[in-house]
């Protein structure tokens, strides 16, 4: 008997990936980059382009889709939010999937909600909270197995929690989120002041490597303030384990072991350390929560 299909939509801000499995194994999977922002309408229609393409090289179409967003969806499916395709904000995201996929079950989560989800599975630990460190902070907490607040319940948005009262503005407009300290960008425009002039990617890299002080300064305020997060986490739900992903971070070997020297200064008396260690599926994590997904869902 042929396996189910199951398909993974992974849509960011700059790229989607789609992937389909057959049980374990990928039947196959690609990823495209968004045309320059224009609209919602114009975003869909590209979407709904590259997936009948797609679909069409299938020998039979999935059973179910999970598609992971970067949105902040309301209760009545309408994006409330979205800082990098601000022009998405409206949209009824229910209509526009179900349109995208007719007569397939599909449903659709946090990007950062199914990486834990995703990560927790690979690592097998049922009480586990992962950050993602990109464009943005992802990050989603597994306890007992379960997503933490659980599907259908609001997203776990730790990119969005205050870690520094008078930090720098952050892209939602609140001052001191760990987004506006730790991301990639604000990482990057830390070290160019640093420097003294602009730094790019693969030199503040280049840079950690080398033990330049100005970069490894750069990067210890932003693994600072991800332990500062991580420390109010364990306090409130005790998590037994912090993964650490997202094409950022994993590009500084070390990165979760100054993490992990970072929450030892932050820990008090009594309490078990945090233990840290990097996320498994790096850039993955979301398509493969997207893909768990979609074999939750009962057609």
């Known amino acids: 008997m042929e396996r189910a299909h199951h398909l993974g939509v992974d849509i960011g801000g700059t790229k989607v990936a789609l992937r389909v499995e057959a049980g374990a194994s990928c039947v196959d999977e690609t990823v495209f980059t968004w045309r320059p922002?224009?609209?919602?309408?114009?975003?869909?229609?590209?979407?709904?382009?590259?997936?009948?393409?797609?679909?069409?090289?299938?020998?039979?179409?999935?059973?179910?889709v999970g598609v992971a967003m970067p949105a902040t969806v309301g209760p009545d499916e309408r994006i409330t939010a979205?800082?990098?395709?601000?022009?998405?904000?409206?949209?009824?995201?229910?209509?526009?999937?179900?349109?995208?996929?007719?007569?397939?079950?599909?449903?659709?989560?946090?990007?950062?909600?199914?990486?834990?989800?995703?990560?927790?599975?690979?690592?097998?630990?049922?009480?586990?909270?992962?950050?993602?460190?990109?464009?943005?902070?992802?990050?989603?907490l597994v306890l007992r197995g379960e997503l933490c607040p659980g599907l259908g319940r609001g997203s776990f948005e730790i990119g969005h929690t205050v870690v520094e009262l008078d930090g720098p503005r952050?892209?939602?407009?609140?001052r001191g989120c760990l987004q506006a300290i730790a991301s990639g960008p604000a990482t990057l425009r830390r070290a160019a002041r640093l420097r003294g002039s602009d730094v790019?990617?693969?030199?503040?890299?280049?840079?950690?490597?080398?033990?330049?002080?100005?970069?490894?300064?750069?990067?210890?305020?932003?693994?600072?303030?991800?332990?500062?997060?991580?420390?109010?986490?364990?306090e409130l739900l005790h998590p037994q384990l912090l993964l650490i992903g997202g094409g950022f971070a994993t590009a500084f070997p070390g990165f979760d072991t100054l993490v992990s020297e970072q929450l030892a200064e932050l820990s008090r008396p009594g309490r078990p350390r945090l233990g840290v260690r990097?996320?498994?599926?790096?850039?993955?994590?979301?398509?493969?929560?997207?893909?768990?997904?979609a074999r939750l869902i009962r057609p």
């Open 82 to 140: 979205w800082p990098s395709r601000p022009e998405w904000t409206g949209t009824d995201l229910g209509a526009a999937l179900r349109a995208l996929f007719p007569g397939t079950a599909v449903a659709w989560a946090d990007d950062g909600d199914l990486g834990a989800l995703a990560e927790a599975q690979a690592a097998g630990c049922t009480d586990l909270l992962y950050l993602g460190v990109g464009t943005g902070i992802g990050g989603g």
């Open 170 to 174: 952050c892209v939602c407009g609140r």
């Open 37 to 64: 922002r224009h609209s919602a309408a114009h975003d869909l229609a590209q979407l709904a382009d590259r997936i009948g393409e797609f679909l069409g090289g299938l020998a039979t179409p999935p059973r179910a």
């Open 278 to 293: 990097p996320a498994a599926l790096g850039g993955l994590s979301s398509l493969r929560g997207a893909l768990a997904l």
């Open 200 to 234: 790019t990617f693969d030199e503040l890299r280049q840079a950690w490597q080398a033990g330049h002080p100005w970069a490894v300064t750069a990067l210890r305020r932003t693994c600072r303030a991800l332990a500062t997060a991580a420390t109010s986490v364990q």
